[in-house]
């Protein structure tokens, strides 16, 4: 017979009342917060880790992907507007990003993940509307007659309710959509995830010189070192002597980590650092060039690409994203290739035909059976290989512009989340710099 501990029931004062409140300040909660905000919304953002960005700063992600894509003749163009692209340039102005740089048959802009954090906050910071509470984990949701009706969040201080007209679950692992009781599912494909680090005092330029030759290098030694992934990327910050290096990758069993299970969250991170130390000696043997570098330090968290989703409105599909198809309820533009980590340390892709796009229907930011929570991120409603494209960080920000702006049309006609105009949701983003 197993143990039991009952806790005593909680009776919570409702600390605050907003017409917006987002949980998770990654890339896609921090977008939706500040565009509530923009748009005149009593806004809040709650984030349990000590900063904003989610997976761009915690899991040092380190390039912008979905920003920019690769018209047909080859050139870079971007392929998203408003508040995506206000941060990508902002970066750029700021030094803390460059390019965009051509990667396989599309674009990415590498980023310094200190930089990003600090214009998160800052862009936060500016909007009197928002108030951001970090350190602050939502652990509880009230779900009642097709309605959230309040979350708690468990702060330093112990814990405290907060309600709100509009909800949205920007956790990556659909942590509100699930505290509701409502349907959330994992699938049996996720994708492995990985420790990324910095290392430093590397000699950049023989190392650059050599990039090209990195897949043959690690092909040739995949067996003997026991490499945990054929490939990787080893990318310059463009700060001297550095340079983030994308090689780790996490397996329980073969089979990829689930990092909504905490015991092997606890184990990945673990592994995570481990495979750090033995990627860098492997690195100093056999790389030109990192002969006398360091590790610098590892991601402080480790990079989960996906866990669960939603069971939305919409699941959007590989079809939709190779075929390019556009939506009559797409509320951005999105062209990244299928990339997909699996088994035996491979990286499958599969790429859109050059200069086309597909859009994210709003459908797929609509869980089923609730009228005031909408998701943005990495828990959208999309199938494996779609997800595979989609889970990227520039389509992360659109959708929490979109979901933003339609939480301020749901106030204004006082209506469902499912029943929000998307002629005038599309027509909003547009006047926003959003093109669709
Ligand atoms: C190793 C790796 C490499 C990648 N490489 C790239 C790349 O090069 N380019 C690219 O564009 N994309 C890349 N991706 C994908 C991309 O980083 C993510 O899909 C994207 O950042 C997800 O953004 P998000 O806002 O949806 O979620 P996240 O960034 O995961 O943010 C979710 C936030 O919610 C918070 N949170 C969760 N639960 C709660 C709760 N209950 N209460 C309060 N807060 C909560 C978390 O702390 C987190 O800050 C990579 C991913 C990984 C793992």
């Known amino acids: 017979m197993s143990a039991r501990l009952e806790l005593p029931a909680e009776d919570l004062e409702v600390r605050a009342e907003f017409d917006l409140l987002v949980v998770g300040g990654g890339s896609a909660g921090t977008a939706a917060a500040v565009t509530g905000a923009r748009l005149g919304l009593r806004t809040a953002l709650i984030e349990e880790m000590p900063f904003l960005g989610g997976m761009s700063t915690g899991g040092c992600v380190g390039t912008y992907c979905g920003f920019y894509h690769q018209e047909r003749d080859g050139s870079l163009a971007p392929l998203v507007g408003g508040f995506p692209l206000e941060i990508a340039e902002t970066l750029r102005k700021r030094g803390d990003a460059y390019g965009p740089i051509p990667f396989k048959e599309t674009a990415a802009l590498p980023y310094v993940p200190w930089g990003v954090k600090l214009l998160l906050e800052e862009t936060c910071r500016r909007e009197e509307a928002l108030v951001v509470q970090l350190h602050a984990k939502v652990t509880h949701a009230i779900f009642d007659d097709g309605l959230v009706r309040g979350v708690a969040v468990q702060t330093r201080e112990g814990r405290a309710a907060l309600r709100a007209r509009v909800y949205v679950d920007a956790t990556g692992d659909a942590d509100l959509v699930r505290a509701a009781g409502l349907e959330t599912f994992k699938g049996d494909a996720i994708q492995y995830p990985s420790m990324m680090f910095t290392m430093q005092n590397v000699d950049t330029q023989r190392a650059l010189a050599e990039m090209r030759r990195l897949p043959e290098i690690i092909e040739e030694h995949f067996e003997s070192e026991k490499l945990p992934r054929r490939g990787g990327n080893l990318i310059p910050t463009l700060r001297p002597g550095e340079v983030l290096v994308a090689m780790s990758r996490i397996d329980v069993g ?183």
């Not at 009559?328 to 990286?347: F, K, L, M, Q, Y």
């Not at 086309?356 to 059976?369: D, E, F, H, M």
């Not at 049309?409 to 469902?416: E, I, K, M, N, T």
Request: with cysteine; glycine share 10%.
């Open 254 to 436: 073969g089979r990829p980590l689930d990092g909504s299970d905490a015991e092997e969250l606890t184990y990945g991170e673990l592994e995570g650092r481990a495979q750090v130390a033995r990627l860098a000696d492997f690195l100093r043997r056999r790389v030109p060039g990192f002969e006398e570098a360091f590790v610098a330090d590892s991601a402080p968290r480790l990079g989960i690409r996906e866990t669960r989703k939603i069971a939305g409105e919409y699941a959007l599909t590989e079809s939709d994203v190779l075929g390019a198809r556009h939506f009559e309820d797409g509320i951005g533009r999105s062209a990244w290739p299928i990339e997909r980590h699996v088994r035996g340390g491979e990286t499958v892709w599969k790429f859109l035909d050059k200069g086309t796009w597909y859009t994210i229907p709003y459908r797929c930011l609509v869980p089923r059976g609730v009228d005031n929570l909408l998701v943005a991120g990495r828990c959208l409603s999309a199938e494996p290989d779609a997800f595979g494209s989609v889970r990227v960080i520039g389509p992360c920000m659109l959708e929490g512009q979109a979901v933003a702006t339609a939480a301020r049309l749901v106030r204004d006609a006082d209506c469902s989340t499912r029943a929000v105009d998307v002629d005038r949701l599309r027509h909003e983003l547009t006047a926003r710099g959003v093109p669709l």
